[in-house]
Every structure is written in structure tokens, then in C-alpha cells.
């Protein structure tokens, strides 16, 4: 199958597309894939997966619709025109028609799988296929037995990824699924198994955030998104789960800022805030993560709401406290007062350790080492202080963050070459995690550098990668002054370097690279450096040496 962003020239390579097109010849002569049709065809072969069957079936539609409006048609539910092949079984007639020969070659439990198994919206494991299907009579066994007849009569298709077994069901497959779902009178008793095992998936994630097991945390929710999202939503519907639910989302603070937009993770956090007003712990902590996503998008009135409600609600003693006091000192930062920002870091410091939150600690002290206040050997030793925790609980998403402050830090200190090995490494975390937020700050500074000691060719297109990575509704560089003063800084010297148009060109192309490319594109480059050399790349073990070296760079 094509991929969304696929140019019309290359999409007669893939299989799926040649055979749509082939079999709309036949009942349209002439038909042609076109500028005015491709997005339609492209998004038509991804529903139906590249099933031949299915596009065979979809294509007798476009006889009297358009691709787009026999898509819009499929993508709603709707029924297709007839569709009848004269030199077909009776069988393979209609979308249907294949899909109730299918069902009826299943054994009963196979049917009540199938109907159950709907619900899911994205992939989902055998552990959670065993919570959807759990009813009285059926056994763990029983549920293994059912899927795997269902992959057996394709109606489930399976895969492997981080170490587990994936299920997946076609969308026309999911739909008809749900038809019989809703006609079983189960559909109620079956969304609340969902949602009853992603808030439990939710609450085992909560200890891997921090530790070795994240990345593997991340891509299993993410690859959830669409059913966690359902779960979230059944859970502040119902009173007896609001509070639960309320808690589960703020755990999932770092899955809020990795994997989805930060105004979709305002939503559900100010939904989850307005559905549960009760004070406690559960409560205190999504408002932190919500005034946390705020400070991203440089809400700051919304920060210094939900840390005062913290203050006068908290009822978490040393931790709370510490959560008010970091979100006042980013929003001190954010308004350039510095001195305050490293008071109210200093104190949430306090307060974390005393409490023996470690991960707290970790984050304060990055924020300390952005904030820059003191000698450098101090701010160095924030640096490798938490450096230090985050190899010693073995967690790499917020290292990244880490090293990314500390390389803005050694660049303002005039150690350029140091804060590039510290930016390419930050990146290559990032990209590791798909982490479009911290991979842009570190883009950005990373521009900061080639444009003052390197290529203002690539600087350029390094602000305009940087640019996309943030998407909509996320200021540049989350709007913290000392970080913009530095980017101004940067375009006005690519604009006498490169005039307005050059500069203009750069970041257009700049803005078509992801991650990984950015990351190449870094490492072929050779990063130019201060002294006429290249910055050497740090390896996979240069968290010890990111910390232990700061201390030396630190002069």
C-alpha cells in the first residue's frame, strides 16, 4: 500500500493501487489515477489494507461514485452500490456478502470473538483480548482458541512488535463486527472490559515512566492511542470511575507530551479536572500535568491557576508542594525571571528529595541546569547529578531533555563543541522515542551553532525542520525568553548570510525531514565545530561521559 504522503507519479508501484486502477477500467473505461483523484485512491487502498478481495469488491463502486465519494461512503459505513460480478460465487457479490460468508464459517465462539473483538479501535494484544472476552464460562483457553480461529479465517490478521503478538482486524472486517456486537445486547458490558483493562494498563505503566521499561510503555499505549482514548473517555463517563480514571491520566503525564498533540492532552486533562472537582492526590496530580502541558503552549494564566489550586487544595503534603513550586518556576521562566525561577526550582528540589521522588528530583534538576543561575560547576553538577539518576533507574526519554539543556547551557557559555555532542546525542534519543518536542529544541540549538562556527545552509534548514517538528499551537521554543533571544539571534545572521529568499528556501526544505532524517543528515554533514574540526559522536554509553565531562568543559 502507499503511503499518505506518496507523489502521484510513484503510486502505479504499488499492487494495491495497480489493481484498484485496473479493475476500475473495467467497468470505467478510461479510468485513471489523477491530481484530482490520487488522495481519494491513496486513502481508499489503506482502508481496505490492500485486501485484493476487498479492492476488487470496491472498485465495481466507482461505476457510479467517484473515489472520493466511494470513500466517504466506505469510511462512514454506508452501503456500496451493487457491486455484482457476474463471473464470481454469490458469495464474493458484495462487501457483505464475503463478510457473512466469513461469519458463518466460524464456530460459534468464534462469532462472539469476533463481535467482541471489535470494540478495539487500533491493534491489541492476546492479554487484552482475554480481558474483552472475559465472560462466565470462558476460560483463558477458551479465548486463545477463539483468536486463533479467527486468524485462521483471516478475520484477524497477527504481527509481532516489541517482543509481543499483535492483532489487528481490517476496518470493513471491525465494522461488521460491531453490526453484530450491537445485535447481541453485549456492547455496553463489552466497552466497560475495555475500559476496565486500559485503566489497568495505565496503572502498570505508572512505575515505567521512570525506568528501563518506557520505551517499551510509550510504543504500547501509542500504538493504543485510539482505544486509551475510548477507555478515557467510558471512565469520566461513569461516577464509580471518574476518580480512577482522573488518576490514570495523570500518570500518563509523559504520554501526554510524547505521543499526542499538547491542546488534544489540554482537552482530556481539563475534561478529566471539570468531571472530578473532589480534592485529592488524584486530583493534585492532573493539575500538575495539566498546568505542565500549559507552560508548553505558554498558557501561563492557566499555570498559575493550577498551581494555586495545588497550594490551596494539596493534599499530598512535601509532594505537592514541590509541584506548585516547579510549575511557578517555569512560569518565572517563561516570563524571564530568572533569580525567582531558580528560587522556586531550589525549593521543589527540597521538597522532592525529602519526599524520595527521584524522577522529581531528576526534572527539577534539568530545569535548574536550563535556568542557568550560578557558576557553572554548579549548574554542571545539576547536570550530572541527574544524569546520574536517570542511568541508575535506566530510563533514556527525559535523559534526553538533559543533555539538550546542558548543551544550550554550554553553547551560552561559549563551548561549542561540547554543546553540539550534547545536542546530537539529545537528538538521537529523541528519535529513538519519535519525541517531535525535545527533538525540536535540540534541532534548534543545534542551528544556533552551524549558523555562528558551521553551514548556515544547513542551519537554515535546521530552524525549518524545528518549526515542523513543533507543529501548530506550540511556540517556538515553548516561548522561554532567554531560548528566543538566541533564536533571533541566529536568523538575523542566516538573513545576512543567505538574504531573506536563501533563508526562505532552506527552511522549506528543511521542513520535509523527520527525525531520523534530521539525524543522518547530522552525522553526514560531519556537524562543523568552532575549531575548524567536527564534533566526534558520542556513543550509546555517553550518559556517564555527558556528565562526567561537564564538569571538565565547565571553565
Request: charged share 25%; glycine share 10%; hydrophobic share 40%.
Given at each position: 500500500?502507499?503511503?499518505?504522503?506518496?507523489?502521484?507519479?510513484?503510486?502505479?508501484?504499488?499492487?494495491?493501487?495497480?489493481?484498484?486502477?485496473?479493475?476500475?477500467?473495467?467497468?470505467?473505461?478510461?479510468?485513471?489515477?489523477?491530481?484530482?483523484?490520487?488522495?481519494?485512491?491513496?486513502?481508499?487502498?489503506?482502508?481496505?489494507?490492500?485486501?485484493?478481495?476487498?479492492?476488487?469488491?470496491?472498485?465495481?463502486?466507482?461505476?457510479?461514485?467517484?473515489?472520493?465519494?466511494?470513500?466517504?461512503?466506505?469510511?462512514?459505513?454506508?452501503?456500496?452500490?451493487?457491486?455484482?460480478?457476474?463471473?464470481?460465487?454469490?458469495?464474493?457479490?458484495?462487501?457483505?456478502?464475503?463478510?457473512?460468508?466469513?461469519?458463518?464459517?466460524?464456530?460459534?465462539?468464534?462469532?462472539?470473538?469476533?463481535?467482541?473483538?471489535?470494540?478495539?479501535?487500533?491493534?491489541?494484544?492476546?492479554?487484552?483480548?482475554?480481558?474483552?472476552?472475559?465472560?462466565?464460562?470462558?476460560?483463558?483457553?477458551?479465548?486463545?482458541?477463539?483468536?486463533?480461529?479467527?486468524?485462521?479465517?483471516?478475520?484477524?490478521?497477527?504481527?509481532?512488535?516489541?517482543?509481543?503478538?499483535?492483532?489487528?482486524?481490517?476496518?470493513?472486517?471491525?465494522?461488521?463486527?460491531?453490526?453484530?456486537?450491537?445485535?447481541?445486547?453485549?456492547?455496553?458490558?463489552?466497552?466497560?472490559?475495555?475500559?476496565?483493562?486500559?485503566?489497568?494498563?495505565?496503572?502498570?505503566?505508572?512505575?515505567?515512566?521512570?525506568?528501563?521499561?518506557?520505551?517499551?510503555?510509550?510504543?504500547?499505549?501509542?500504538r493504543g492511542h485510539a482505544d486509551l482514548k475510548v477507555a478515557l473517555r467510558?471512565?469520566?463517563?461513569?461516577?464509580?470511575?471518574?476518580?480512577?480514571?482522573?488518576?490514570?491520566?495523570?500518570?500518563?503525564?509523559?504520554?501526554?507530551?510524547?505521543?499526542?498533540?499538547?491542546?488534544?492532552?489540554?482537552?482530556?486533562?481539563?475534561?478529566?479536572?471539570?468531571?472530578?472537582?473532589?480534592?485529592?492526590?488524584?486530583?493534585?496530580?492532573?493539575?500538575?500535568?495539566?498546568?505542565?502541558?500549559?507552560?508548553?503552549?505558554?498558557?501561563?494564566?492557566?499555570?498559575?491557576?493550577?498551581?494555586?489550586?495545588?497550594?490551596?487544595?494539596?493534599?499530598?503534603?512535601?509532594?505537592t508542594e514541590s509541584d506548585a513550586a516547579l510549575l511557578r518556576s517555569l512560569?518565572?521562566?517563561?516570563?524571564?525571571?530568572?533569580?525567582?525561577?531558580?528560587?522556586?526550582?531550589?525549593?521543589?528540589?527540597?521538597?522532592?528529595?525529602?519526599?524520595?521522588?527521584?524522577?522529581?528530583?531528576?526534572?527539577?534538576?534539568?530545569?535548574?541546569?536550563?535556568?542557568?543561575?550560578?557558576?557553572?560547576?554548579?549548574?554542571?553538577?545539576?547536570?550530572?547529578?541527574?544524569?546520574?539518576?536517570?542511568?541508575?533507574?535506566?530510563?533514556?526519554?527525559?535523559?534526553?531533555?538533559?543533555?539538550?539543556?546542558?548543551?544550550?547551557?554550554?553553547?551560552?557559555?561559549?563551548?561549542?563543541?561540547?554543546?553540539?555532542?550534547?545536542?546530537?546525542?539529545?537528538?538521537?534519543?529523541?528519535?529513538?522515542?519519535?519525541?517531535?518536542?525535545?527533538?525540536?529544541?535540540?534541532?534548534?540549538?543545534?542551528?544556533?551553532?552551524?549558523?555562528?562556527?558551521?553551514?548556515?545552509?544547513?542551519?537554515?534548514?535546521?530552524?525549518?525542520?524545528?518549526?515542523?517538528?513543533?507543529?501548530?499551537?506550540?511556540?517556538?521554543?515553548?516561548?522561554?525568553?532567554?531560548?528566543?533571544?538566541?533564536?533571533?539571534?541566529?536568523?538575523?545572521?542566516?538573513?545576512?548570510?543567505?538574504?531573506?529568499?536563501?533563508?526562505?528556501?532552506?527552511?522549506?526544505?528543511?521542513?520535509?525531514?523527520?527525525?531520523?532524517?534530521?539525524?543522518?543528515?547530522?552525522?553526514?554533514?560531519?556537524?562543523?565545530?568552532?575549531?575548524?574540526g567536527s564534533v566526534a559522536r558520542t556513543g550509546e554509553g555517553d550518559g556517564?561521559?555527558?556528565?562526567?565531562?561537564?564538569?571538565?568543559?565547565?571553565?
Amino acid at each position: 500500500m502507499p503511503g499518505s504522503a506518496t507523489p502521484l507519479e510513484h503510486l502505479t508501484r504499488y499492487e494495491s493501487v495497480e489493481l484498484l486502477v485496473d479493475r476500475a477500467a473495467a467497468v470505467v473505461p478510461g479510468f485513471t489515477v489523477d491530481e484530482d483523484n490520487h488522495r481519494a485512491v491513496i486513502r481508499l487502498c489503506q482502508l481496505l489494507e490492500g485486501v485484493p478481495l476487498l479492492v476488487e469488491l470496491a472498485a465495481r463502486g466507482l461505476r457510479v461514485l467517484s473515489p472520493r465519494q466511494l470513500l466517504e461512503r466506505l469510511e462512514e459505513g454506508l452501503s456500496l452500490p451493487d457491486s455484482s460480478v457476474r463471473t464470481a460465487p454469490d458469495r464474493h457479490r458484495t462487501l457483505r456478502a464475503v463478510l457473512d460468508w466469513s461469519y458463518g464459517l466460524c464456530t460459534p465462539d468464534e462469532r462472539r470473538a469476533w463481535a467482541r473483538l471489535s470494540i478495539f479501535g487500533g491493534d491489541f494484544t492476546l492479554e487484552g483480548a482475554e480481558a474483552v472476552l472475559a465472560e462466565a464460562g470462558w476460560e483463558t483457553d477458551k479465548a486463545l482458541h477463539a483468536v486463533t480461529g479467527l486468524v485462521d479465517q483471516s478475520v484477524l490478521t497477527a504481527y509481532d512488535a516489541e517482543g509481543q503478538r499483535y492483532y489487528r482486524m481490517l476496518e470493513p472486517v471491525r465494522r461488521y463486527g460491531r453490526d453484530r456486537l450491537a445485535e447481541s445486547g453485549t456492547a455496553e458490558e463489552t466497552r466497560r472490559r475495555l475500559r476496565d483493562w486500559y485503566l489497568t494498563l495505565v496503572e502498570r505503566a505508572e512505575s515505567a515512566w521512570s525506568g528501563a521499561g518506557q520505551a517499551l510503555w510509550f510504543r504500547r499505549l501509542r500504538r493504543g492511542h485510539a482505544d486509551l482514548k475510548v477507555a478515557l473517555r467510558a471512565g469520566l463517563d461513569d461516577p464509580a470511575t471518574v476518580r480512577r480514571t482522573l488518576r490514570a491520566m495523570g500518570t500518563l503525564w509523559p504520554y501526554w507530551m510524547l505521543c499526542v498533540p499538547l491542546s488534544e492532552s489540554r482537552h482530556w486533562l481539563e475534561l478529566g479536572l471539570q468531571r472530578c472537582q473532589e480534592p485529592g492526590p488524584e486530583r493534585d496530580k492532573a493539575l500538575w500535568v495539566c498546568g505542565f502541558v500549559a507552560v508548553l503552549q505558554r498558557d501561563l494564566d492557566t499555570v498559575d491557576r493550577c498551581a494555586r489550586e495545588i497550594e490551596q487544595e494539596g493534599t499530598g503534603g512535601t509532594r505537592t508542594e514541590s509541584d506548585a513550586a516547579l510549575l511557578r518556576s517555569l512560569a518565572a521562566l517563561s516570563r524571564a525571571e530568572a533569580g525567582t525561577a531558580r528560587a522556586k526550582a531550589l525549593r521543589a528540589l527540597q521538597g522532592y528529595r525529602r519526599h524520595g521522588d527521584e524522577f522529581g528530583e531528576q526534572v527539577t534538576l534539568g530545569l535548574l541546569t536550563l535556568i542557568g543561575e550560578g557558576d557553572q560547576a554548579t549548574v554542571a553538577e545539576y547536570h550530572r547529578k541527574a544524569v546520574e539518576l536517570s542511568l541508575r533507574r535506566g530510563e533514556r526519554w527525559h535523559r534526553s531533555y538533559l543533555l539538550s539543556t546542558f548543551g544550550i547551557y554550554l553553547w551560552r557559555q561559549g563551548e561549542a563543541d561540547e554543546a553540539a555532542a550534547h545536542l546530537v546525542r539529545s537528538l538521537e534519543i529523541s528519535a529513538e522515542f519519535d519525541d517531535r518536542l525535545g527533538g525540536a529544541m535540540a534541532v534548534n540549538a543545534l542551528a544556533w551553532i552551524l549558523a555562528e562556527h558551521g553551514d548556515p545552509g544547513l542551519a537554515a534548514r535546521l530552524l525549518g525542520a524545528a518549526r515542523t517538528l513543533l507543529g501548530g499551537g506550540v511556540p517556538q521554543l515553548f516561548g522561554f525568553p532567554q531560548l528566543l533571544w538566541e533564536h533571533r539571534r541566529c536568523a538575523a545572521r542566516l538573513r545576512a548570510e543567505l538574504g531573506a529568499d536563501g533563508v526562505a528556501r532552506a527552511r522549506e526544505e528543511g521542513a520535509r525531514l523527520g527525525l531520523a532524517e534530521i539525524v543522518r543528515l547530522l552525522h553526514e554533514s560531519g556537524l562543523p565545530a568552532c575549531g575548524g574540526g567536527s564534533v566526534a559522536r558520542t556513543g550509546e554509553g555517553d550518559g556517564e561521559l555527558a556528565g562526567g565531562a561537564a564538569l571538565g568543559c565547565a571553565r
